[in-house]
């Protein structure tokens, strides 16, 4: 063999064998891998039940491990941006960020929906009780607001689950007194810092080998669709679903991330390289479970400060629910006009799309469920009732929810770079030093 063979031979193992170690290919082979298997035993009777179990157990252990890592690294990121007076600025971005995408992609929902209009198909629970969506809703409305009672700070944080509002409060208020304003507190300051290192620790392994958890909870998704059957029997409501989220993906949010940045930074590279979130995200429709892979995405992968993304990812993870708002829009109206059997109004269109924006900012609430909580709570505001036509949602809960968390994973990375932009930290990650 030549020495300039070698050489070309090197050159190939260097630049692909990192490339196969990336997440956003590992996350992708693991989904593609979930696929397989439900096409394999997804005809089995008790194939869903074993997978819905295993995927469920998976997610609360994703969940388990997130809450310390916030608990942690939310102080530790604010006493550091509050030390710098960076503090507000990283949270009005994120703030400003979450509003608008809200806002632009519910409205995208409506400008989707009137080009191409298409109604809700009927699915297996469409017969289900008038009250059946509607009573998930108000059980998941009324533990949200008994979690904000302050009754013991210690249980509060020890009990959270999935409304994570009160733990981000606690943590929040940790993180002012954090403040390293004078030479008694610069110890404690520098101790909590060093933890939140070793909760990154955490995060990147949990990000490595989060595609365990993607491959079962991807499996359990593609076999609920299977067993469902409701897409194969009416494909035009898939290829409707498909179209919506790649117009939100691809052309929405790279043009309001552009916006945002000034048309100085490539959105698509921020996109690409958020795909293992989003994919975590429309396996398990749980932006809880995968906030330490958005973290370690954003730090390792998009050029943010630890300490803008230890606290802009759980702020977004909140309020950055445009993917759901999204999916909510499209939900809605599909509905309208399967029940009325002709189109809504521009007036109830644009009623349902801002009413829905507003709503998705409160719908972390409902975690795991996003886009049905705010589908319900606008057919509530709006005054519409639809006589249990809505619990056809609950069949294409997987579907709904998984694709409305999909986009919101990729809200909360776009967010942490236009964070780290405002603030004026960003940089520049080669590819190859991306996870």
Known sequence: MSEQTASKIDYCIEVLYPLNMKTWITYIAAMLMGLATALLFGSFPYTAGILS????????????ITIPIMFVTIPAGTASLM??????????????????????????????????PEA??????????????????SYMLSSAKSALFPINAFWTVS????????????????????????????????????????????????????????????????TDIYQEKTLFAVPEYAEFLLIAAAA????????????????????????YRSIAPSVMGLTTASTIASIPLSESVARHSLGVQKRIAS????????????????????????????????????????????????????????????????TVTTLSLLGINLYGAENALIAFMPILCGMGAMIDNLIIGCGNSIASRFVGTDVEVPYRDTL
């Open 53 to 64: 179990s295993v995927s469920s157990y998976l997610i609360s252990l994703g969940v388990f």
């Open 311 to 374: 606290t802009a990812t759980p702020l977004l993870a909140v309020i950055g629910k445009g993917g759901s708002a999204f999916v909510a829009v499209l939900s809605l109206l599909s509905l309208f006009l399967s029940t009325a059997e002709s189109a809504p109004s521009g007036t109830v269109i644009a009623a349902t799309a801002g009413t829905a924006a507003i709503v998705s900012l409160f719908s972390s609430a409902s975690a795991g469920t996003e886009a049905l909580m705010i």
């Open 120 to 137: 809700f198909p009927v699915t297996s629970s469409a017969g289900s009780a008038p009250g059946a969506l509607a009573s998930h809703v």
């Open 83 to 116: 030390k710098d007076r960076k503090g507000w600025r990283s949270a009005g971005a994120s703030l400003l960020w979450a509003v608008v995408s809200s806002l632009v992609l519910s409205f995208a929902a409506a400008l989707v929906f009137i080009i191409r």
């Open 248 to 271: 939100a993906i691809l052309v929405v949010l790279p043009v309001l991330y552009a916006v945002f940045t000034l048309f100085r930074k490539n959105p698509y590279r921020i996109i």
């Open 159 to 222: 009990s959270t689950t999935r409304f994570i509002v009160p733990l981000i409060i606690i943590a929040w208020i940790l993180g002012l007194a954090l403040k390293p304003s004078a030479d008694v507190i610069r110890p404690a300051y520098t101790t909590m810092n060093s933890f939140s290192e070793v909760m990154y620790r955490i995060s990147r392994t949990y990000s490595v080998y989060g595609f365990l958890l993607v491959f079962v909870s991807s499996a359990s998704f593609f």
